[in-house]
């Protein structure tokens, strides 16, 4: 007993490449948050759902962690009606925080096994775990390159979500996740451009004068989730546009550092301040809905 009371080790969980048999057989899911920089619609957590035949991540933007259950619904019911599939098994770590009784009949009642890890081994839910790492990674990039404050982390994680269900895996033998899934409208792809940099929105407006300009000076925010359109926010109105007659000054951006740097030092805060994940291990305007998705 003495042996084991003074070097007692826990168990070592290898980075596993396995995959389902099937698309949509197994969902692993986390929640990330809250962020002590809250995001221009008011988002302090988000939600991830991975497949884990084809790797493709969806990500929903959170007002609060009860908002868990609504987003669940959601993405089940597409699922459900863009890919005609079935979700066998939903895997997540042990925050039964956001999984209640009500989450849990909705689970019973579509015959969805819910399986969770041992409690403070989120190693067991690895998939989880690095996905979201990676897109932490690539959302303060996009953030870093082209100095957009902190309050744009929100379209900064779903634009990464974007990004890397069409890059090459290694794990799917340098094939994209969605080359693994049946062809969706959902899930419809245009050229991605550099996030943060400076482009100009058609004026639809039919008040606009003759001589009045023709464009809008944006900033490019994203890709929608129901619009084939480019997310352009205009800091001046504070509205979002989705269009495709943009026109993009890539290597420009649209905030300074200084600008960046004056939010931060004003509270806005100094970083992207959700948890980092252990080492181990896709509008017309912002809704009021409580769940944004991408």
């Not at 999984?99 to 890890?117: K, M, S």
Request: hydrophobic residues 35%; aromatic residues 14%.
């Amino acid at each position: 007993n003495a042996r084991e009371f003074a070097k007692h080790k826990r168990s070592s969980y290898p980075v596993s490449n396995k995959r389902s048999s099937s698309p949509f057989m197994l969902i692993h899911f986390d929640v990330l948050g809250p962020s002590k920089v809250v995001s221009l619609s008011g988002y302090r957590w988000f939600v991830t759902f991975i497949d884990c035949y084809s790797r493709v991540t969806w990500v929903y933007l959170l007002r609060t962690k009860s908002e868990v259950f609504s987003c669940f619904r959601t993405f089940h019911k597409m699922v459900t009606n863009q890919f005609d599939a079935k979700i066998k098994i939903l895997r997540s770590d042990n925050g039964t925080e956001y999984v209640d009784g009500e989450f849990r009949a909705y689970l019973n009642e579509h015959d969805i096994l819910y399986q969770t890890t041992c409690v403070s081994t989120p190693e067991q839910n690895g998939v989880a775990e690095l996905k979201n790492r990676h897109l932490l990674e690539v959302a303060r990039s996009l953030i870093f390159t082209m100095n957009v404050p902190p309050s744009f982390w929100g379209d900064a994680v779903l634009t990464a979500a974007y990004l890397i269900n069409r890059m090459p895996s290694r794990i799917l033998q340098y094939k994209t996740p969605l080359e693994f899934l049946p062809e969706s409208p959902s899930m419809s792809s245009i050229p991605p451009k550099i996030f943060g940099c400076v482009c100009f929105v058609h004026d639809y407006r039919h008040s606009r004068g003759k001589l009045d300009p023709k464009a809008l000076r944006c900033v490019f925010i994203g890709y929608s989730a129901t619009q084939k359109g480019y997310k352009c926010y205009d800091p001046q109105s504070h509205k979002v546009f989705v269009s495709m007659d943009v026109t993009f000054r890539e290597f420009e951006s649209y905030f300074t550092s200084s600008q960046t740097s004056l939010q931060r030092e004003h509270g806005v805060g100094e970083e992207i301040s959700l948890p980092q994940p252990p080492p181990l291990f896709p509008l017309s305007s912002y809704q009021d809905d409580s769940c944004r998705q991408g």
